[in-house]
């Protein structure tokens, strides 16, 4: 199976691309939602909750596992396939949603700057610049933290008036850094349900990025470059959900990511 892990329901919405696109493919989905946000915890504690994740993941049948957190995949990703997976599982994979997004971004900027918003955890991990500078060595990054989004989008608040006015401040705080930014980067996989109103603190010629879509893509792409993964995948079409917190609260607040009704089960991890 192909393991899908996030922080709370933010990788719901990549996970729903994926089962669009690998539709015949069967998934398992972990959400940590008794732990979140991520966004401001410690390197350390950020590193031991996704190591535990992806064990968990691994237990489960899963042969491949996405980190849908762009916390996890800036903290905790190279740690763990460099210094974790070769001594636990070699045989398996773990990919994030950075460098799928990072080597594409800059083919859609004239003015050569971009624009990231993320969580506090993957501003300061400097991740995107660093992955920009690899693929487009000329392109300008310029980050906005937007600490107060995840736990408002958690707690059901994506289109009151708390939501309204901090898109308003991060995004004017992300555009006075650099008024020539033509792209914008959602680099949260929460931040979609947000569209709406990032459309509407934007202007209208700025191009702003989702990851769910690229990172389906991307992920179809890497199964066709990996046979030896791709042939070790079940292919019923199912999907488990799992989630650290109450059950019954997930199912209803992941309701509002799929657009469907799941029911998941409640685990504990570590």
């Known amino acids: 199976m192909i393991g899908v892990f996030d922080s709370g329901f933010g990788g719901l ?10 539709a015949s493919y069967d998934f398992v989905y972990l959400g940590d939602n008794a732990r979140s946000p991520y966004g401001n915890r410690s390197f350390d504690t950020i590193l031991e909750y996704t190591r535990q994740a992806v064990d968990f993941l691994f237990a489960q049948g899963c042969e491949l596992v996405i980190l849908a957190c762009n916390t996890a995949s800036a903290r905790a990703l190279r740690s763990l396939q460099q210094n974790w997976l070769p001594q636990v599982a070699p045989q398996k994979r773990i990919l994030g949603v950075i460098r799928p997004l990072s080597e594409d971004l800059g083919a859609w900027s004239k003015s050569a700057k ?29 980050q906005q933290a937007c600490p107060l989004l995840v736990p408002l989008i958690e707690n059901g608040e994506v289109s009151g008036p708390g939501a309204e006015y901090f898109v308003r401040k991060y995004t004017q705080q992300l555009m006075a850094q ?9 680099a949260c996989t929460h931040y979609p349900l947000l569209l709406p109103l990032f459309r509407d603190n934007l202007a209208s010629h700025i191009k702003i990025v989702e990851q769910g879509p690229l990172i389906a893509t991307k992920t179809q792409d890497y199964l066709r470059r990996h046979p030896e993964i791709e042939q070790k995948l079940t ?6 959900y799992y989630t650290t917190d109450e059950s019954q609260a997930f199912d209803s607040g992941a309701a509002d990511f799929l ?12």
């Open 13 to 22: 919405t990549v996970l729903k691309e994926l089962r669009q696109k690998l």
């Open 235 to 240: 292919q019923n079409g199912k999907c488990i």
């Open 178 to 186: 650099a008024p020539q930014i033509d792209v914008v980067a959602l």
């Open 114 to 142: 971009i624009g990231i918003l993320g969580t506090s955890g993957t501003v300061k991990s400097q991740s995107y610049p660093l992955e920009l500078a690899k693929f487009w060595p000329g392109v300008q990054v310029f």
């Open 259 to 270: 657009g469907s009704q799941i029911k998941s089960s409640q685990v504990s991890l570590g």
